[in-house]
């Protein structure tokens, strides 16, 4: 798995990589929508799930890149609420 953001190198998020037979037993591995995710977690009981923007985060990690990729923005970033 990989982190990567615009202007900058990939960087290795984890140490080491998952072998075939627990990437295929893992549902999640390759990310879920936000309908999906939505789905789960009222599937898992919770009530009023909600997905908040978080602007004041994606702003901080735009300060981070250099001037001319501050142009093109940063990834959305959210956080899931739920009651």
């Not at 009981?45 to 004041?56: F, I, V």
């Not at 001037?67 to 923005?73: A, F, Q, S, T």
């Amino acid at each position: 798995m990989t982190g990567c953001n615009i202007g900058t190198a990939c960087r290795t998020v984890h140490q080491g990589g998952y072998d075939e037979s627990l990437r295929a037993d893992l549902p999640l591995i390759e990310g879920v929508g936000p309908v999906r995710l939505v789905e789960i977690i009222e599937a898992a009981g919770w009530k009023r799930p909600r997905l908040e923007r978080l602007r004041d985060v994606e702003w901080a990690t735009s300060l981070r890149q250099p001037p001319l990729v501050r142009l093109l923005g940063v990834t959305p970033e959210f956080a899931v609420t739920a009651e």
